[in-house]
C-alpha cells in the first residue's frame, strides 16, 4: 500500500510528462491537421497559454463558438450531459462506499489509492475492454438502438431543468409537462428491449418493467399537479420562484412523499427493482446486455436519477433558493447531495416487493392519496396561504 | 421464444443449473402471465457417488469423502456415520468426546444456518442481510477451525471419540463469541426479521400444512415450522444430548416466516446449548485407544442425528472386512426436495425464490 506522499509523487510525475508531451508531440499533430485545412490558426504560445490559463482557453473558445455562452457547450458540457454524467459517476462511487458503510464493509479500495476514489474509471475500462455480445436471434437495429434510447430518455428531459437562475439550457413554459412527456416514452423503451433480446427472462423483465412504469407514471404525475396549482405555472423557474417564502415540501409533504415513492420505483431501485431481479430473472431486461452496452445503460439509469433528483429540489425543495451566504448553485448541490443520499438509502435497508403488491400500492394506495394531496393543494391555494 | 402449449398461454424456461438463485440443481418451471403453472425439479448435477465410494474403502478412510457433499455442515452428516460405526464396532466415545461432538455439532449448526439467512437475505433483494450474516459467520468458523485445524472440512469425528482434545481458552473465546452474537441477533431481528417488507414477502407465502408436511415427509426445521415438535436430539437422544436443556421451537403456520423464524430461534438455541455444554463438559479422555485396522463385526447398524437441515440417517451393513458392504445415507434434503413442486404450483415467479430457499435444499447433499 502506497502512502499519500507516494501518491502526490506519482501525480505529480504524471502531470509533469503530460506537460512535457502536449508541446512536443500533440500541438505540432494539431497544427499539421489544421493549417492545411485552412482553419485559422493561433499562435504556438498562445496555445501553450491556454493550457496554463483557463481564462485564455475561455476566450479562445469563444473565438472557434464553443465557448460557455454557446448552446453546444450547453449541451455538452456545463448544465447538459457531461455534468450529469459526472454526477451520475460520483452517486456510483458514493452510493458503493455508502453501502459498504452500512454493512460493515470497506467498498472500494484500492484503485486511486485513497478510498477507492479512480473505482469509476476502474469500472469503464473494465467494461470498455469486453466484447460487447449479440444474441443470435436478437432483433439486432433494436438491440443495439436501446442503449442509446435509454440514454436519450434519460439525458434529454435535463435540458429543462434549470439548476440556478442564470444556469440552465432551454427556458419553456410548459417545461413540466414536457418532462413528463419524456418520461413517458420510458416503458416503450424498455418493453422493446424485453422484446428484442430474444430471451424469456428479458422478456419477463421488460413486461414487469412496463407494468411497473405505467402504474406509477400517473402517481408521479398527479403528485406533481399540486405543485403546479399552488404556483400556477407549468414554468420549473416560475415554480422555484414561488418557493422563495415556503418551501412547497410543507404544504404538500403527503406529494413529495409520493413523488418519492413513485421516483424510487421510476428508477427501478430496491424495494422496486423488480424489473432486474436478479435471483428469479438473472437480471431482467439488462440479461442479454454486454460490454459497453452495459456501461451505457448503467450511467443511463443514474443519470436518470440525478435528473427525477434535480425535479424534485425543484418541486418539494425550493430549487436553488436559500439564504444568500452560498449562491444559488451551491445550495442546488447541497440539496442535490441530500435527495440522492434519500434515494439511495433504501436500497441497504429493504427487501424487494411482489409484482401484485407493487401494482396494488401503485393504482389504489398512490392514486388515492394523490387525490387526496390535490384536494389539500386546492384547499391550501384557495385559502390563499401562499 | 419458446412457447409451449396451443393456447398460446405459456412459457416455459428453466432456472439453472447456473442461474444465480439456484447452486447446481436446475428447476424446469411453466409459468402462465405471474404464476407458475408447472414445475419439474431436475436434481442430479451433483451426484458423486458417495455410497458407492464407501464400499471401497475403510471405515476410517471413509471419514474425510463422506463430509465433501455438504460443507457446510460437515459434522451433521459425519455424526451418524461416527455413531453407527461405534455400534458395530461395540465402543462407546468417553464422556468427555461426547460433549466435544455436542459443541462441534451446534457450532457447524450455526454456521450453516447463517449461510442460510444470508442466502434468504439477498434472495429476497436485502443486501445488508447477505453481508452481515456472511461476516459474523467467520467468528463460528474461526472458533470451529481451533477445533478442528480447517475452515469447513474438519475431519473431527473419528469412531470411538474425536481427533483431538479442545485447545486452550476455548470455553473464554466461545462464551465471549456466544455474547457478541446474541447482540448481534437482535440487529438481525430489527432490519430483517421485523422489517414490514420482509413479512409482506413472506408470510402466506408457499404454506405447508401440518397433514401434507407429515405426507409429503420433510424434515428438521421444515417440519417444526409446521407445527410438529419433532427433532432428534429430543425424541431419541444421542450423544449426552438428554443432560441438555432447551425448547424446540415450533411454529404453526407453516409458510416462509416461520421456516425463517424456526431457523432464527435455533441460532439462540444453538448457543444455548454450547453453553450447557461448555458447563457439563468432563475432564477425562477423548478417544478410545485402538489398535491396527478398525473391523466391523458382521451385522447392521443404524444411526439417526439431527443435523442442520432436518434428520440424517445413516444404515451400515458389514461383513466384518476392513471396508463396509454397504452404506446407505438418507439425507433430509432429498426429502425437502419433494415439497419444491408441491408449494411452487401455484404462486407467483417472485416468491419461488424464498420457497426454494425457505426449505433450505442443499443439491450436493441431496445428489450425494
Same mark, same amino acid.
Given at each position: ?35 492545411? &485545412? ?278 418539494? &425543495? ?69 | ?48 457417488? *458417495? ?28 455424526? $451418524? ?7 458395530? +464396532? ?26 442460510? +439467512? ?94 401434507? *408436511? ?6 428438521? $426445521? ?44 435455533? +441460532? ?9 455444554? +461448555? ?44 471396508? $463396509? ?15 419444491? $413442486? ?27
Amino acid at each position: 500500500m502506497e502512502t499519500f506522499e507516494e501518491f502526490l509523487k506519482r501525480v505529480i510525475t504524471i502531470v509533469f510528462w503530460i506537460l512535457l508531451l502536449i508541446p512536443l508531440i500533440i500541438i505540432p499533430v494539431v497544427l499539421l491537421v489544421l493549417v492545411p &485545412l485552412g482553419v485559422p490558426v493561433p499562435t504556438a504560445n498562445r496555445i501553450f497559454t491556454a493550457i496554463i490559463d483557463p481564462l485564455v482557453m475561455l476566450q479562445f473558445m469563444d473565438e472557434l463558438g464553443l465557448g460557455p455562452s454557446s448552446l453546444f457547450f450547453k449541451i455538452a458540457a456545463f448544465p447538459g450531459f457531461t455534468f450529469a454524467a459526472g454526477v451520475a459517476t460520483l452517486t456510483i462511487l458514493y452510493e458503493r462506499k455508502l453501502l459498504a458503510k452500512m454493512q460493515n464493509r470497506v467498498g472500494p479500495l484500492y484503485a486511486g489509492r485513497f478510498e477507492g476514489i479512480l473505482q469509476p474509471i476502474a469500472d469503464l475500462f473494465k467494461l470498455i475492454s469486453k466484447e460487447i455480445l449479440t444474441p443470435e436471434k436478437a432483433d439486432k437495429p433494436f438491440f443495439w438502438a436501446v442503449p442509446f434510447l435509454v440514454m436519450a430518455v434519460g439525458g434529454s428531459f435535463l435540458a429543462l431543468i434549470p439548476l440556478s437562475p442564470e444556469i440552465y439550457i432551454a427556458k419553456s413554459e410548459i417545461g413540466l409537462l414536457i418532462i413528463f412527456a419524456i418520461i413517458g416514452f420510458f416503458p416503450l423503451v424498455v418493453l422493446i428491449a424485453g422484446w428484442a433480446s430474444s430471451n424469456k427472462f428479458s422478456f419477463i423483465g421488460g413486461l414487469r418493467a412496463l407494468h411497473q412504469l405505467i402504474s406509477y407514471e400517473i402517481p408521479l404525475l398527479l403528485s406533481a399537479i399540486g405543485v403546479v396549482l399552488l404556483s400556477g405555472s407549468l414554468d420549473l423557474m416560475k415554480i422555484v420562484d414561488a418557493q422563495k417564502s415556503m418551501w412547497f415540501i410543507i404544504p404538500q409533504f403527503l406529494g413529495a412523499t409520493i413523488f418519492y415513492i413513485t421516483m424510487l420505483a421510476e428508477l427501478e431501485r430496491i424495494p422496486f427493482d423488480l424489473p432486474e431481479a436478479d435471483t428469479e430473472l438473472v437480471a431482467g431486461w439488462y440479461t442479454e446486455y454486454s460490454g459497453m452496452h452495459f456501461g451505457i445503460l448503467q450511467l443511463a439509469n443514474y443519470v436518470k436519477l440525478y435528473g427525477l433528483a434535480a425535479l424534485f429540489i425543484i418541486l418539494f &425543495l425550493g430549487g436553488w433558493n436559500g439564504p444568500a451566504f452560498l449562491p444559488p448553485f451551491a445550495w442546488f448541490l447541497i440539496k442535490l447531495f441530500v435527495v440522492i443520499s434519500a434515494i439511495l438509502l433504501p436500497r441497504g435497508t429493504n427487501t424487494r416487493v411482489r409484482i401484485d403488491q407493487l401494482i396494488r400500492l401503485g393504482w389504489v394506495y398512490l392514486i388515492f392519496l394523490a387525490f387526496a394531496n390535490l384536494f389539500i393543494a386546492l384547499a391550501v391555494a384557495s385559502l390563499g396561504v401562499i | 421464444m419458446e412457447v409451449v402449449d396451443k393456447e398460446g398461454r405459456t412459457l416455459t424456461f428453466s432456472v439453472g443449473p447456473q442461474h444465480p438463485g439456484s447452486g447446481h440443481f436446475r428447476i424446469i418451471v411453466t409459468v402462465d402471465g405471474d404464476f407458475i403453472v408447472d414445475v419439474k425439479p431436475d436434481p442430479g448435477y451433483v451426484h458423486r457417488g *458417495a455410497e458407492k465410494m464407501s464400499e471401497e474403502r475403510t471405515y476410517i478412510q471413509n471419514i474425510p469423502h463422506l463430509e465433501r457433499p455438504v460443507i457446510i455442515d460437515s459434522c451433521g452428516i459425519l455424526f $451418524p456415520y461416527v455413531l453407527a460405526v461405534e455400534e458395530l +464396532l461395540g465402543i462407546q466415545a468417553p464422556p468427555r468426546a461426547q460433549y466435544i461432538r455436542i459443541i462441534m455439532a451446534e457450532l457447524n449448526r450455526i454456521i450453516s444456518h447463517m449461510y442460510w +439467512l444470508s442466502i434468504f437475505g439477498i434472495f429476497l433483494g436485502h443486501s445488508t442481510m447477505f453481508m452481515w450474516p456472511m461476516g459474523d459467520r467467520e467468528l463460528f468458523i474461526d472458533l470451529a477451525e481451533s477445533i478442528g485445524g480447517t475452515r469447513v472440512t474438519f475431519s473431527y469425528f473419528v469412531p470411538g471419540g474425536v481427533r483431538n482434545d479442545l485447545p486452550e481458552g476455548f470455553k473464554e473465546r466461545a462464551l465471549r463469541t456466544c455474547n457478541y452474537f446474541e447482540k448481534r441477533l437482535k440487529e438481525y431481528n430489527k432490519i430483517f426479521f421485523s422489517n414490514p417488507m420482509f413479512l409482506k414477502r413472506t408470510q402466506g407465502v408457499g404454506v405447508l400444512s401440518k397433514e401434507d *408436511a407429515i405426507k409429503i415427509g420433510v424434515t428438521g $426445521p421444515n417440519l417444526r415450522a409446521s407445527g410438529v415438535a419433532s427433532d432428534t436430539r429430543k425424541d431419541e437422544p444421542y450423544s449426552s444430548y438428554d443432560t441438555i436443556k432447551w425448547d424446540i421451537p415450533v411454529r404453526k403456520e407453516g409458510d416462509c416466516h416461520a421456516r425463517g423464524m424456526v431457523r432464527f430461534q435455533e +441460532l439462540f438455541d444453538s448457543m444455548n446449548i454450547i453453553r450447557q455444554a +461448555l458447563d457439563l463438559i468432563p475432564e477425562g479422555p477423548v478417544k478410545v485407544p485402538m489398535r491396527g485396522q478398525v473391523k466391523g463385526k458382521v451385522g447392521e447398524a443404524f444411526a439417526r442425528t439431527e443435523a442442520a437441515r432436518g434428520t440424517m440417517f445413516y444404515h451400515i451393513i458389514s461383513d466384518g472386512a476392513t471396508h $463396509p458392504y454397504r452404506v446407505k445415507i438418507s439425507v433430509p434434503s432429498f426429502r425437502n426436495l419433494i415439497a419444491i $413442486p408441491f408449494l411452487l404450483k401455484g404462486s407467483h415467479i417472485a416468491d419461488m425464490p424464498p420457497i426454494y430457499w425457505g426449505l433450505d435444499y442443499w443439491p450436493v447433499e441431496a445428489d450425494k
